[in-house]
């Protein structure tokens, strides 16, 4: 179990679009579609931006997007607003029931 | 609302054990897989354990497999982690978390919803 492998940081001005990367291998990211993606703002708890590679929990707005090439999932944050800006890490099932979390991407909003 | 309290942490010594406890409400505890997940001062998350909803499915974490144990109590909506054989390393704000309603299955294993507040454990000697 090796942590998925995420850029440290990422940036955008309000309205443009910025998109994350997530890389595993064939035994997690590449062999499933079971990647999730979490929002955790300074001092709060996670919450679930997108689950199943690419689906939105209800209230979760559809400026944020999720797919999946390979072994490398990615996010993807439309029409940037300053709400954004926060860590995100990616997550997915590696097989004999455990998961993996990405190292963690700080998005800057400029 | 779904309400996951967090209780057990503090300071130990290296070597040494702790139990963490959840307490849970707000929802069908039974229905829910469950985790626990940690955080490092300064650090990115790391998932350390779960459970499936009967207690079926449980897996580990490389780092803790062999000296913590994830439990359930679906009578008393309880989640439980028992650290034995502490370590520097496990120095960290310990989650409880349960598992996302997707369409078709309640509290999925596969993906985390709501997060307690934490516990924090101190391994230091």
């Not at chain 1, 979760?60 to 490398?72: E, L, M």
């Not at chain 2, 449980?58 to 144990?69: E, H, L, N, P």
Request: hydrophobic share 30%; glycine share 12%.
């Amino acid at each position: 179990q090796s942590a998925l492998t995420q850029p440290p940081s990422a940036s955008g001005s309000p309205g443009q679009s910025v998109t994350i990367s997530c890389t595993g291998t064939s035994s997690d990211v590449g062999g499933y579609n079971y990647v999730s993606w979490y929002q955790q703002h300074p001092g709060k708890a996670p919450k679930v931006k997108i689950y199943e590679v690419s689906k939105r929990p209800s209230g979760v707005p559809d400026r944020f997007s999720g797919s999946k090439s390979g072994n490398t999932a990615s996010l993807t944050v439309s029409g940037l607003q300053a709400e954004d800006e926060a860590d995100y890490y990616c997550s997915s099932y590696a097989g004999s029931n455990n998961l993996v979390f990405g190292g963690g991407t700080k998005l800057t909003v400029l | 609302e779904v309400q996951l309290v967090e209780s057990g942490g503090g300071l130990v010594q290296p070597g040494r054990s702790l139990r963490l406890s959840c307490a849970a409400s707000g929802f069908t505890f039974d229905d829910y897989a469950m985790h626990w997940v940690r955080q490092a001062p300064g650090k990115g998350l790391e998932w350390v354990s779960g459970i499936s909803w009967n207690s079926a499915t449980i897996g580990y974490a490389d780092s803790v497999k062999g000296r913590f144990t994830i439990s359930r109590d679906n009578a008393k909506n309880s989640l439980h982690l028992q650290m034995n054989s502490l370590r520097a390393e496990d120095t960290a704000l310990y989650y409880c978390v349960n598992g996302l309603t997707v369409p078709g299955t309640l509290g999925s294993y596969y993906y985390m919803d709501v997060w307690g507040r934490g516990t924090t454990v101190t391994v230091s000697s």
